[in-house]
């Protein structure tokens, strides 16, 4: 599975932006997605994750209430919808997949496959 993550930019606080995450493969709709991010300096932290038929989301405390998990499984395609996005929000935010997540789904051992990133710059 590849995948290629978009969607990114720089907007000011309080704005929104919707990331996508486009998976190539013939089954990567049996897969579990997850969204991860990265601030300067400090680790690869979870974000969000969605399992493959939607049935079961999950969110970080942080933003649980700003954000919002989808997918797309005829267009191959997550999304992340980011509200009231903060200053700390700046980050490379990340996506990933894997069959196997399980209940692991907020570790990122759990995803093999990864896209290459994409920069979110949130000014005050």
């Known amino acids: 599975v590849q995948l290629q993550a978009s969607g990114g930019g720089l907007v000011q606080a309080g704005g929104s932006l919707r990331l996508s995450c486009a998976a190539s493969?013939?089954?990567?709709?049996?897969?579990?997605m997850g969204w991860f991010r990265q601030a300067p300096g400090k680790e690869r932290e979870f974000v969000s994750a969605?399992?493959?038929?939607?049935?079961?989301?999950y969110y970080s405390a942080s933003m649980k209430d700003r954000i919002t998990i989808s997918r797309d499984n005829a267009k191959s395609t997550v999304y992340l919808q980011m509200n009231s996005l903060k200053p700390e929000d700046t980050a490379v935010y990340y996506c990933?997949?894997?069959?196997?997540?399980?209940?692991?789904?907020?570790?990122?051992?759990?995803?093999?496959?990864w896209g290459q990133g994409t920069l979110v710059t949130v000014s005050s």
């Open positions: 969605i399992t493959s038929m939607s049935s079961s989301t």
């Open positions: 493969g013939r089954t990567s709709g049996s897969y579990s």
């Open positions: 990933a997949a894997d069959k196997m997540v399980g209940r692991t789904w907020y570790a990122r051992e759990s995803y093999r496959y």
